[in-house]
């Protein structure tokens, strides 16, 4: 072996530390914006959940009749003010076991209703948390556009910190299960991200890939315009979504959709119609398009059918029928979001996600604790990134507190804006210890309180908005026991450390 290739390997020493070295920088860039958006995200997995938490009252069905349907659209049509641009009707189903029908008016305004079994108005569905929570996750309550952009970009930069976290640390496989634990804080959290980062982290490619891919659609749709379309992005759009029929602005009754149920009916006997959108329902253009679920183990599952206003069927695609591309495109969604298999699912990626969320807030903690270790402490931002990490819990379940007494997204956005803010100013005054300590203390609290008022706010009807109450409570008390638990052991360890200084100075004195 020559001088020059002595020791020489895959990866370098070079190479790890300049992968070190960018794997810090990014996570360093994005870590507050994926920290948001990962806890976020986490929390978003049981969207459904919450809306039936909000809307507890709501009638229980598990289908919907063609008759009802049309009745709940022309009741929801009746109560419009001014002219309808289109009407999107959710069917039940086993996540949302009641129908939700939303107004576009074309003032740019939506009103959604809730609809009994047979078709009637029960109420304006209440959607202001699961709304607000979805909607910071997906484009930060940003334009859509924008807002998308950011959110797709940070999935970028958290895939690229995956895949720089393994190449900067060749043994990270070899020790899956190597913990150091109760030693130096900056070892100890290393540990702990490494191998959370290890176990998860088909889950955290995942997540991160179909985030990406999620958040830049638009980008990448504008790219294929320009490269296949000259520029033309509505012919990309055509591959994916139903043709539009004819613009005829001539004014027409309302469409009339129970022949197009029963036609589905023949078509589809073993489907389950997830929801149908009515375009101009009172022009003589109008027409509807259904999604339906063929009922296969596909993730990318939904059949669509297009009616013109005739009820003729002039567009039809079956799932089994789609190119790679569009399975691709129906399923970044459901695994996405663990919209899929059920329970379990969405427990399992409520978990992982917690780990995902960890890493992005351990980056930061490892990166402080080695600029103490290293003697270049930085207290001002040990302070700031306490106050956001324990900042955030604190104003997203002010938010949901908030959702118990407006439906309106506006209000909730507003309150975890200024505890957001309140959270960062109190980094000023206070030192990280009492930051953390403070923001498991408040979030604990106010998770139980919630859990225990909202029942007498929205009431009892449905189970699983009791589960949903009882899943909080308890995070609360294991937030509040493990903050019971870290204080005591802090406790003990400074009565420990005075010990040992008192035997010191009895030594010193002997």
């Known amino acids: 072996m020559t001088k020059g290739t002595k020791g020489a390997g895959f990866p370098s020493a070079d190479l790890v530390r300049a992968v070190l070295k960018g794997h810090s920088g990014l996570g360093l860039a994005f870590a507050a914006l994926l920290y948001l958006i990962c806890l976020t995200g986490t929390i978003a997995v049981f969207a459904n959940e919450f809306q039936r938490w909000e809307n507890p009252a709501a009638e229980h069905m598990e289908t919907m009749s063609g008759e009802a349907a049309q009745a709940a659209y022309r009741a929801a049509l009746a109560r419009a003010e001014g002219p309808v641009e289109h009407v999107l009707i959710i069917m039940p189903s086993e996540d ?16 959604s209703w809730v609809a009994d079994s047979a078709g009637r108005i029960t109420g304006k569905v209440r959607d202001g948390w699961t709304q607000f929570l979805t909607r910071l996750h997906i484009n930060l309550h940003l334009p859509r556009s924008w807002g998308g952009f950011i959110v797709g970009l940070s999935g970028v930069a958290l895939l690229s910190s995956l895949v720089s976290g393994v190449l900067a640390h060749p043994r990270i496989f070899r020790d899956a299960f190597h913990l150091r634990l109760g030693g130096s804080r900056r070892l100890q959290e290393a540990d702990i991200h490494n191998r959370i980062g290890v176990w998860g982290l088909p889950f955290h490619l995942i997540v991160s890939l179909t985030g990406a891919l999620l958040g830049l659609s638009t980008i990448i749709i504008g790219a294929l315009g320009m490269a296949v379309f000259q520029g033309d992005t509505a012919k990309v759009y ?3 979504t139903p043709p539009h029929p004819a613009e005829d602005a001539r004014p027409a009754p309302p469409l009339d959709l129970r022949p197009m149920f029963a036609q589905l009916a023949a078509r589809a006997p073993r489907g389950r119609i997830s929801y149908l959108a009515v375009e101009h329902p009172a022009e003589m253009g109008g027409a509807a398009m259904f999604e339906v679920d063929d009922g296969s183990s596909r993730l990318a599952n939904a059949d669509s059918y297009a009616f013109d206003r005739q009820g003729r069927l002039y567009h039809e695609q079956k799932a089994a029928e789609n190119n790679v591309g569009q399975q691709i495109l129906g399923s970044l969604g459901p695994l996405h979001f663990g919209w899929f298999g059920g329970g379990t699912i969405k427990i399992a990626y409520a978990l992982l996600g917690l780990g995902l969320t960890y890493l992005a807030a351990g980056g930061v903690t490892i990166w402080l604790a080695r600029r103490r270790d290293k003697g270049r402490p930085a207290p001002g931002w040990e302070r700031v990134w306490t106050a956001l990490v324990w900042g955030q819990p604190v104003a997203l379940t002010g938010a949901a507190f908030t959702a118990l007494f407006t439906s309106s997204v506006t209000p909730l956005i507003w309150v975890w804006a200024a505890i957001s803010i309140g959270a960062l100013a109190a980094a000023a005054l206070f030192p990280s210890a009492t930051l ?8 604990g609290t106010l998770l139980i309180v919630l859990a225990t008022v909202h029942p007498a706010f929205l009431g009892t009807g449905d189970s699983m908005a009791l589960i949903v109450d009882g899943a909080l409570a308890l995070i609360g008390f294991i937030l509040l026991a493990i903050l019971v ?10 009565r420990l450390n005075a010990d040992e200084s008192d035997r010191g100075g009895l030594m010193v004195r002997v």
Request: aromatic fraction near 6%; charge should be positive; charged fraction near 25%.
């Open 485 to 494: 638990l870290r204080i005591s052991v802090l406790k003990k360890m400074s």
């Open 238 to 240: 055509a591959i994916f």
């Open 96 to 111: 949302r076991p009641w129908p939700t029908i939303r107004v576009d008016a074309k003032d740019g305004s939506q009103t």
């Open 436 to 443: 953390s300590q403070t923001g498991r203390a408040i979030t």
